[in-house]
């Protein structure tokens, strides 16, 4: 009776410990958290807010379970390196020539197996050699006038970078004029040219949109110029934080 008793105690504590383990294993697996990569190189001009937007992203990061890295290092847009992040965010690069062919085909290849995209204000100022990218981000950048207060009306509230939006919506930044526009996207937010100076776009002016693109998904808003973007406008981190999770394939 002594061993038979022994040697149901030992089983009951050898699947114990492998319960254990495969909780374990599913627990670890369960909270392994979603990776972006921040882009923000610069051949043009440099804002002076990337690095509070760094410090921003980081900390919505921090906040909805996504890990952020950044990076001014073009040789990691090779594939290998770019399919462990959910999204690239193109925070205010500009310039042209930021990647050669090799890292030109290594970004393409991340969007066509289903990569994400977002475009943050100056990331239509910059390639502008590379076609592809263009119709990527949606736009080019063409020109703008002095930072100044706009109203901003939603195109579509159901978003969820815009959803939590009320329309109109008042805004502070520096308002870009497009060139290259790519029609096929979905614009979210227009700016009401009537309501500053120095809009050219016929008062049709879109300010946000999104697109499924070539197998992967991409989102832009024209928004971020400013440091107060990131350091305190949280209507605008909302936005900023819907587009992410729209490009890292998130509901919600």
Known sequence: M???????VGATVAVLSFSACSSSKQSTSATK??????????????????EPGIAAIQKLGAENNFQ????EDSSKFVYDTLKQYKAVIFLNPTGKGLFNADQQKGFQEYIHKGGGYVGIHAATDC???????GKLAGAYFLKHPAIQKAKLFL???SHI??????????????WYNFKSFNK???VLIKVDETSYNGGSMNNDHPISWYHNFEGGRAFYTALGHTEEDFNSD???LQHLLGGIKYAMGRKK
């Open 127 to 133: 390639l502008y050699d590379w076609e592809w990218y």
């Open 161 to 174: 970078s815009t959803k939590h939006l009320q329309s109109p919506w008042w805004h502070t930044d520096e």
């Open 68 to 71: 952020v890295y950044a990076t």
């Open 2 to 8: 002594k061993i038979l008793v022994n040697a149901l």
């Open 184 to 186: 096929d996207v979905t």
């Open 33 to 50: 958290q979603d990776k972006v990569l921040i882009f923000s190189k610069t051949r043009g001009y440099r804002h002076k807010s990337i």
């Open 234 to 236: 949280t209507l605008y």
């Open 155 to 157: 195109t579509d509230s």
